[in-house]
């Protein structure tokens, strides 16, 4: 009835934290590139780093995805519709509470899926990171 919307809420909020890490990312770069230019363009190529606004913005990929698809399935079975209240489940009392039901259930627990999902990545890509790097030093 409404599951996609517990995702699309975290997208929202962690789409605006990956903006404003992002933007303090490049402040803090302008920063470290001012002060000490040379060095800040050996140390960039050295050492590979993904950014933690990055990772988030694969975070929101995935929640927006998910969102987007679960809306349009919605959309097929005709439990959202383009006219108020835009979920046909809004309209009753009592499917009401059966959609704040699954809201609470099912959106919950795809959104803590994705979410774990992302941390997985995070943590795989983290350690393909270490062993390039790792490869990189003992070949040099």
């Not at 934290?17 to 303090?24: D, F, N, P, R, T």
């Not at 959309?75 to 039901?101: C, I, K, R, Y």
Request: net charge positive; proline share 4%.
């Amino acid at each position: 009835m409404a599951c996609f919307l517990v995702p699309a809420a975290e997208a929202v909020v962690v789409t605006v934290v990956a903006q404003v890490i992002k933007s303090k990312e490049k402040k803090e770069a302008k920063i470290a590139v001012n002060t000490n230019h040379a060095n800040a363009t050996v140390e960039a190529v050295e050492k590979p780093k993904i950014s933690l606004s990055n990772k988030l913005m694969w975070l929101t990929r995935l929640l927006w995805g998910g969102a987007f698809l679960l809306a349009y399935e919605h959309v097929w079975h005709g439990e959202v519709v383009p006219w108020f209240p835009f979920l046909t489940a809004a309209s009753d009392p009592a499917e009401t509470s059966a959609m704040l039901q699954e809201m609470s259930t099912i959106g919950v627990t795809m959104a803590v899926i994705v979410t774990l999902t992302w941390l997985g990545i995070v943590l795989v890509s983290k350690y393909m990171t270490k062993k390039a790097l790792k490869a990189k030093t003992t070949v040099v």
